[in-house]
């Protein structure tokens, strides 16, 4: 018994270990990439663009939402069948993530550009910065198809065993994102913000083909296959995605709550300001949510075999290597 448990933890901290670095350097690549962003948009526009992109946020926060309900909980779903070695219940909610993923992209373009002035009324803002959060506002919502596949590789790779490449599509999205912005905002191009909503459309759709090109080329399982209990799986996808979509559509009302504040006290100082804090505090809770995302492939196995010890065990581990990442990376930003 001893020596089985022996073995259980050297299995958790190899598998763990494993996703922990692919999570955590996926989620920093993130994050970067939105700072760098930033700083290149406060680079050739000043204050004024560092503003539209402070009231846009909660755009962009609500694709990330959508994304999180469908393709990382289909992911979390998928992993409780590979738990129970049900390899076709798995085939069929990657299936109905993908068509469901389709048809809210088709939806959501659809809807958001036909409102987009009530969109620019709720965000708020007047003046040349209304007419940058426009521009960005326009070409994002063209773009957004990439921002709701990508969630389907960056998840669904986890599920496959293979979270280096889940890893290596972040850092790609992160730097050709951070390449196009400086480029089409730079007097090459001269785009002003429109270039830096181009450029993050362009970086998502791209990494998105590519993330599918691995998902049904390069692994075994995620297929489209012959759906059946659609309406049943369908609850599921949107029970497990539910927590991480919540925490995203709460930021955006969060954050648009307090872009309203501040455009109340004074929009023209302190909306620039809180939008370089914004990218700082993103960069500190990255290493967060990269190690608490490690645990999900993970979990959902252990949960589909009804294996509680092995949870409690990696999610203890979880607890002290996130505890000392964030304290370490908090002190570097400090």
């Known amino acids: 018994m001893e020596r089985e448990l022996k073995q259980n933890n050297f299995f958790l901290k190899t598998v763990y270990g494993k996703y922990v670095i692919a999570s955590v350097l996926?989620?920093?690549?993130?994050?970067?990439?939105?700072?760098?962003?930033?700083?290149?948009?406060?680079?050739f526009l000043g204050e004024t663009g560092l503003a539209a992109m402070s009231l846009v946020s909660p755009v962009y926060l609500s694709y990330y939402t959508i994304g999180a309900v469908i393709g990382m909980g289909a992911s979390i779903a998928g992993n409780l069948y590979i738990g129970k070695n049900d390899y076709e219940a798995y085939r069929q909610v990657f299936t109905l993530s993908f068509w469901m993923t389709a048809a809210v992209c088709a939806l959501t373009t659809i809807a958001a550009l036909l409102c987009i002035e009530p969109l620019l009324l709720l965000l708020g803002g007047e003046g040349l910065v209304k007419e940058y959060a426009a521009?960005?506002?326009?070409?994002?919502?063209?773009?957004?198809?990439?921002?709701?596949?990508?969630?389907?590789?960056?998840?669904?790779?986890?599920?496959?065993?293979?979270?280096?490449?889940?890893s290596f599509l972040f850092l790609l999205s992160g730097g050709i994102n951070v390449l196009l912005t400086w480029l089409f905002m730079s007097p090459v191009c001269g785009m002003g913000m429109k270039g830096a909503s181009i450029a993050t459309g362009i970086s998502m759709n791209l990494t998105a083909i590519i993330g599918l090109y691995f998902l049904f080329?390069?692994?075994?399982?995620?297929?489209?296959?012959?759906?059946?209990?659609?309406?049943?799986?369908?609850?599921?996808?949107?029970?497990?995605?539910?927590?991480?979509?919540?925490?995203?559509?709460?930021?955006?009302?969060?954050?648009?709550?307090?872009?309203?504040?501040?455009?109340?006290?004074?929009?023209?100082?302190?909306?620039?300001?809180?939008?370089?804090?914004?990218?700082?505090?993103?960069?500190?809770?990255?290493?967060?949510?990269g190690v608490a995302s490690a645990l999900m492939p993970i979990v959902g196995v252990f949960l589909g075999e009804k294996d509680g010890g092995s949870i409690?065990?990696?999610?203890?581990?979880?607890?002290?290597?996130?505890?000392?990442?964030?304290?370490?990376?908090?002190?570097?930003?400090?």
């Open 312 to 334: 409690r065990r990696v999610c203890r581990r979880a607890m002290r290597v996130g505890g000392i990442l964030t304290a370490g990376l908090s002190a570097m930003i400090a």
């Open 26 to 43: 996926s989620m920093l690549a993130a994050s970067m990439s939105g700072t760098i962003d930033t700083v290149i948009v406060g680079r």
């Open 135 to 166: 521009d960005y506002l326009f070409w994002y919502i063209v773009g957004g198809s990439g921002t709701l596949f990508i969630y389907l590789p960056l998840n669904f790779l986890k599920c496959e065993g293979k979270p280096q490449v889940s």
């Open 217 to 289: 080329c390069r692994t075994e399982n995620t297929r489209l296959v012959k759906m059946c209990s659609t309406i049943r799986m369908a609850g599921e996808i949107l029970v497990c995605g539910s927590p991480n979509g919540c925490n995203n559509l709460l930021n955006a009302l969060k954050i648009l709550l307090i872009n309203g504040m501040i455009l109340r006290i004074d929009g023209a100082v302190y909306l620039p300001v809180f939008s370089l804090v914004k990218s700082v505090s993103d960069l500190a809770t990255g290493v967060c949510i």
